[in-house]
Each structure stands twice: as C-alpha cells, then as structure tokens.
C-alpha cells in the first residue's frame, strides 16, 4: 500500500505537471537520495498505523486511542511522502501556498482517519460484502490523491537550472519504475488470488473426507484459525469403512463413543500414540501426518492373524492425527482438547449454492444440514471437532506460533466454502461449540433434582435412544427440588410415590383423597415443592409421555462438572420418572429436548473428573494395543527365515476347567469383554486377544489384582503384555448388572501355564440403573417397538 498506493502514485502524478510549454530541459527532475528516502517513509508509517490498529485491548478507550492513531500515521506518512518526494526535486525551488498546504494535511489525515476507523469498526460485518470494501478503498485512494493535487494548487516553481540530456532520460526511468512496481504489485495480487482459489479448491477436497479440526476460543470468545484463514485440521481417513450398508458413523456408533471418553482421558492413550505412528507408517508407507488413510482391503494387513477390526485402525489414525494438531499448536497431547458430541457433514453442498445462487439459509434449514435430514449426498465427508477454552497465557503462546484469532463473522464464508456448508449452519455449530466448551468449564449442579428419563426404541431394533435437554445433552430434563441431599423424612416421603404414574403422584401431593389426615407443616410444604417441580418438568416433555411415565423414589446420583478447578465436585441426586416412550411421537412441540442415542448418552456419563473408569479405559487401550504393538517391535528386526521359524508363535488364553474362586455369581452381562464395554459397544463383537511370544518362552506370571492387568513375563530376550477378552454379548438394554469392582478368573495359557487375571469392571452409571429399572418394573406389557 505504501509503496504503490503512495508512492508510485505521487511520481506517475507528479508526471501530469507540465511546465515552460512542455519544454524537456525544463521539467521537473528527482535527486535519488530523496527518492529512495521517500519510498521507505510511507512503509514505515502504513506499519506502525495498521500495527496500532490490530493492538490487542480490552479497554474501549485504549482501543479508540489505537484507531485514531491509525488515521493519524496513515495519513502523516502520505503528507510525509509527498513533501519529501517534492523536496527531492533538484532543478526547481517550490513555494506553497500555506492554506493549500494546511488543506492537504487535514484532507490526508482526515480521510484516513475515517476510512480506517470506519473499516476497522464495521471490518466484521464487511468482511464478506466486496461493494463496501471496494468504497473503502475508493475513498482512501480519493483521499491520497486529493491530498497531492490539493497541495499542488498554486504552487510556484522557482527554475534552478535547466536539464541536461542524463536528467531528462531519468525523468522517463522513474515513471518506468513506478509503472513497474505498479504492474509487479497487480501481478502479485492476481497470483495471489489464483493460489488461494487453488488453495480452497484442495481444502474443498478434505470436505469429503474425514477430518479433525480444532475449534479454541480466546478469552473474547473469537476462534482460532491458519493464517489461511481456515480451522486447523488434520485428515483422519477417506471414508469409514462400515462393516454393513446399514451401519452407520455416528454418535451412536462405539468409536465414537471410544475416542469421545479418549478425549476426556488423554493420559490413557498418550504413550500409545508415537507406536501407533509406527505401526501406521510400516503398514501404509506414509508419513505421519499427509499419508493416505488405510482402505478395507490394507486394514486387513493391520494384523493378519488376530486383528482385522478396521475400527482399530481408524482408533489409531483418530490418535495420530490429535497428535499432529498438537504438535503443529506447540502443545502436549493432553492439552489439545475434548471431543464436540457432534459429527458435522461436510460437502453437503449442492450445485446451485456453490455457483451462489442462494445467498441465505432458514435457520431450519440450517438445522436440516445439522443434523443431516437436509440432503444426504454419496460421498460427503464428516468433521469432528476438538474444542477449549483457551485462557490469556494459551492465546499468546498460540499468537506467537503464527495462529490468529478471529470472529465468525470474519472467516466464516470462507470457513464455510472449504467445508463445502452453508454459512448459516456453520454459524449453528460454532455457537453450539461455544456454549458447549462453556459449559464444560462452567458447569455445576448441586443438590437435588426430580429429571425424567424416556426411553424411545429405535428403528429396526437398533436399541433405545434417550430424551434430554438440547442446550446439555448430558443432562435429563429436569427441575430442582433441593439445595442440599434430602433430608431423612424427605426421602420417606418419596418413597410413598414409589411407582405412582405422574397423575396418581400429582393427586397423592395435593391429598385429594385424604390419605394423610395429620400430614406436618413441612410434609405440606415439601409436597408442595415437589408439586411444582413436576409442573415444571411437565413443561419440558411431551404431555403423553409425561402421563405414562412412573416415579422411581430410589435416588440416583449423577457427576456433571467437569471444572478442572473443582478437585472434588458435588454429586447430583436425582429422582426420577421413568417410562418406555413411543417412538412416533415429534419433539417439535419441545423445544428444549432432543434426543440423542443411550449407548451415547451412557458412555458421557463416564467421563466426568475423577472418574474411576478413566483407569479402566486406560488398562482396556493397553490391554488391546500393547500386545499388537509389542509384537511389532519383537518382530522389527528380525529377517524372514522360513515361515515355520520366522512367524511367533500364537498363544490363546482359554479358561481352566477350575477357575478361581469369584466374589459372586457374574452374569452374562457381567462376564462380557472390559474391551466392548469401554467401547460403549451395544451390538458388536470383539474377537479374543491373543498373544505372540518369540521361538522360545520362559516362565510366565501374572499378578491377580483390582485394577489394570499386569503381567511379567521372563523369555529369552522379550516380553509382552497380555489381554483377556470373550466374545461380547447382545444386549438391546446395554449397560451393565455388575455391583463388583472387578472379576477375577483363572486362565489357562496354551502351553499349559496358568495364569490369574484380574479385571477391574467399570462403575454403574445412574444411566445403568434407571435402564434397569425402567425395563424390569415399568415396562408396559406391550411396547411400540
């Protein structure tokens, strides 16, 4: 800007001058010294004016201050050019015309100071309207050269001397020069435009792919994005491969369920991921972050002998490239982020609105391409996000790095264009992120609350999902009854409601019948309450499911906060009202519920601070990737000599046919694989883990323990770890029975080694229990589904 905005103008202006006739030995001539110093005054100023322009400053009148200065250097370094450009002539002595001279300073100044303040006031909501920046630009362009020929009005040109032959062919170098620049700087802007339209055209290819992007908001609540303008991203994989045409990546699926807990427990799989980079890069020859995803047909070299689980595959690329977005931010694994409970399509865009056609979206619409009712097009890529609040400290630090922070309204069409969405739907998500990231730092929840708990069975008995708020979807409908734990007799006087439905409770808290012919002061008072709460919670369900639903009197406790402040949070008690909801009926009329799926709603209950099944978790990943990484290792340096001596030899933990002693009697439910349970897998299976020792093994002991598995073993140069697992069972109800911390059974090795294993099971969640209560107590003989 200062050099071609400015400078080139001025002496292609200056060029306009003619004097004595036109007479070449008489025109205007330029001492280089002046020159050269004039070209780097406008630079100097136009940076020191857009630098106070983008100060950082909480405070309006700091920020005030910055605008103004920016108008005011913006328009000294173009008065500063001029004159000292002008001083530079050496053939002629000017004389100005003092109220001319004043009038180009304030008209420099002044249309700086108001193009700049104004665009840098109104910039986000102009960012995306071409016509207003175009006059913007105009009118500082307008201001520059008013201010030039202003100045030139009546100026008196005193002849030094006349030119001489070397002068008079410099005159024609130096427009020459600024006709160059000119030229170069319109040639640039083109390249310039041309490499970021073939820039948006490659990140329009990742909008049918799937990919992880951070979304991290400064103390302002602004996001985080590249230099480029965009959210910073990394490919997980081309497509998830599905194992049937039915299935599904979704929130419902148990990868996501999995990488969902990860998120909340990064320690658990931190010192897996420089293996898994490994073993990704031996079997698919890429580097870490830019290589190909494995297709079905490689993801059968994952292992060929005991793993053939794509979703294992897609579990390591997920962790690779979390690691790749923090490595890029200058930051641990652990501090990249927690997972959206959201999968936004991408590439959903049809023809007619990337020709722009359709300058807006209905917010409905926009709710459509959400939640994917809108238009469901082959091949459209899906997008997880990982979102934190970032405090002052993380906000510099990300600065230094080379990132920046900007509005929605800034970056969002451009945002919007690569993700192949509309703008109004990215705006959607970006507030749900906010409020999400939010409410994860913010959110407490003491005391005790009556909530209700609708099951809604799914299509093709495909399980239950489960009605919740949709600001929180973590969280049941709900209304407080208390500050505090109840009371002894307060939780007597519930239990009197044990079982009622909602109208038989409403008429037993208003003692229609008389049943307490002596009911205290506070009996009243506390019906009373627990009155209004059901009125309250009424409001936020449907009414039909409402009426059918029963009173469960037992308490359950929830954990919400996840402040990372609070080292001990209050736990929730909740009572609630139960019932097995008909399918068919629409949300719409609610419009604080949603619905989202159990096995969903169920593994986020896990995931609060402190949770004892964050270790389970970790055990689980250990249990599942050290053994296949170990052997990795075993066998990296070893050369094929033969496939009878080269291959290790696979060993299947069985059971003894006398197994040791267990606490109680498990269940099936109870006896399932710790692996599909920290999966949050409903419907799947999971095959046994096995383990490969080199040609020659040693002795082999196992610990029996509550908690991870250990084992230790001695052999001729190498280890490994072991993993128990049985095949998962079905179970449409999900959750589980057991009340134990752990079970603990005796295995068999295939050399006829044994072994103890101890296997810490995960905690019921009050998800677990009211499932349980609702199916076995308030099951309706006959149920829509």
């Known amino acids: 800007m200062g050099l071609v905005g400015i400078w080139c103008m001025h002496f292609i202006g200056n060029r306009a001058i003619v004097l004595a006739d036109g007479d070449s030995s008489m025109q205007l001539v330029y001492n280089p010294g002046y020159t050269t110093l004039s070209v780097f005054l406008p630079i100097i100023g136009l940076t020191m004016a857009f630098s106070a322009a983008e100060y950082p400053s909480k405070s309006k009148i700091l920020h005030w201050c910055a605008l103004i200065c920016t108008g005011t250097f913006a328009g000294l370094s173009v008065v500063g050019m001029h004159y000292i450009g002008n001083f530079g002539i050496s053939n002629y002595q000017l004389q100005y015309v003092p109220r001319f001279l004043a009038a180009s300073i304030i008209i420099a100044v002044g249309d700086c100071l108001l193009v700049l303040v104004l665009f840098y006031t109104l910039r986000e909501r102009w960012i995306s309207s071409w016509w207003k920046r175009l006059l913007c630009a105009c009118l500082l362009a307008g201001g520059v050269s008013a201010m030039h020929f202003t100045a030139s009005t009546k100026c008196q040109y005193y002849l030094r001397g006349y030119n001489g032959s070397d002068a008079i062919r410099s005159r024609n170098t130096q427009v020459a020069v600024a006709g160059a620049l000119s030229g170069l700087a319109g040639i640039i802007v083109i390249g310039v ?18 990919m992880l992007a951070c979304a991290m908001f400064d103390p302002d609540g602004r996001i985080l994005v590249t230099t480029e303008g965009v959210l910073p991203a990394r490919e997980i994989t081309d497509k998830y491969q599905h194992r049937t045409f039915s299935e599904d990546f979704d929130t419902a699926h148990p990868v996501f369920h999995w990488i969902f807990r990860v998120t909340r ?17 031996a079997h698919s020859g890429d580097s870490d972050e830019d290589s190909k995803p494995i297709s079905s047909a490689s993801s059968a070299h994952y292992d060929p002998d005991t793993y053939s689980d794509y979703s294992i595959v897609f579990r390591e690329r997920f ?23 959201k999968i936004i399509d991408t590439g959903t865009l049809r023809v007619e609105e990337r020709l722009g056609k359709r300058a807006t979206l209905p917010m409905d619409d926009a709710l459509e391409v959400e939640s994917g009712k809108s238009f469901k097009l082959f091949g459209r890529g899906q997008l997880l996000f990982l979102t934190k609040q970032l405090n002052s400290d ?37 507030a749900g992120l906010r409020k999400y990231v939010y409410k994860l730092a913010e959110l407490e929840k003491p005391g005790t609350w009556l909530s209700f708990f609708g099951l809604i069975p799914r299509p093709n008995s495909k399980g239950f999902d489960v009605s919740v708020k949709k600001e929180d979807q973590d969280q049941l409908p709900d209304a407080q009854l208390l500050s505090t734990e109840p009371e002894q007799w307060q939780a007597e006087f519930l239990q009197r409601m044990d079982g009622l439905r909602t109208r038989s409770a409403m008429t037993f808290l208003e003692d229609r019948n008389n049943t307490d012919l002596q009911r205290d002061p506070r009996q009243q008072h506390f019906a009373s309450i627990v009155l209004q709460a059901m009125v309250t919670l009424s409001q936020q369900v449907p009414a039909d499911w409402f009426r059918e639903a029963r009173f469960l009197a037992r308490p359950v406790f929830a954990h919400y906060s996840q402040a990372t402040r609070n080292r001990g949070a209050a736990v929730t008690w909740l009572y609630a009202f139960c019932v097995i909801a008909d399918m068919h009926t629409s949300l719409e009329a609610c419009n604080g519920v949603a619905r989202i799926p159990l096995t969903f709603f169920s593994a986020r209950q896990r995931c609060y601070r402190g949770s004892p099944d964050h270790a389970i978790l970790a055990r ?4 599942e990737f050290g053994p296949l990484l170990a052997r990795r290792m075993m066998a990296g340096g070893r050369p094929a000599v033969g496939a009878a001596k080269d291959r290790m030899r696979r060993v299947s933990l069985h059971r003894t046919k006398t197994p040791k002693k267990l606490p109680k009697a498990l269940s099936p439910r109870q006896q399932a694989d710790s692996r599909s349970s920290s999966l949050g897998h409903s419907d799947s299976t999971s095959v046994h883990e096995l383990v490969d020792y080199p040609g020659k093994m040693g002795d082999v002991t196992v610990e029996d323990h509550k908690g991870p598995c250990v084992v230790e073993t001695t052999a001729a140069g190498a280890g490994a770890g072991v993993g128990a697992g049985e095949r998962d069972t079905n179970n449409i109800w999900g959750g589980s029975d057991s009340k134990s911390d752990y079970s603990s059974e005796s295995r068999q090795l295939g050399l006829g080694m044994k072994v103890a294993v101890g296997t810490a099971r995960q905690e019921d969640t009050f998800v677990d229990e009211l499932m349980e209560v609702t199916r076995t107590r308030f099951m309706p003989p006959k149920v829509g589904y």
């Open 193 to 210: 435009l041309f490499f970021t339209r073939h820039r948006t055209q490659l990140l329009r290819t990742r909008s049918q792919k799937v």
């Open 319 to 341: 962790c690779c490239a979390a690691a790749s977005l923090a490595a890029a931010m200058h930051l641990p694994t652990e501090r990249i982020g927690m997972l959206y409970d």
């Open 620 to 623: 689980d990943i250990h249990q």
């Open 394 to 430: 993380d906000a510099d630090k990300l600065l230094n790095a080379g990132f920046r922070f900007a509005s929605i309204q800034q970056v969002g069409r451009h945002i919007a264009e690569t993700m192949q969405i509309p703008l109004p739907a990215l705006e959607y998500h970006v």
């Open 265 to 281: 427990s990064w320690p658990s799989v931190s010192d897996q991921i420089p293996h898994m980079k490994s073993h990704l890069a």
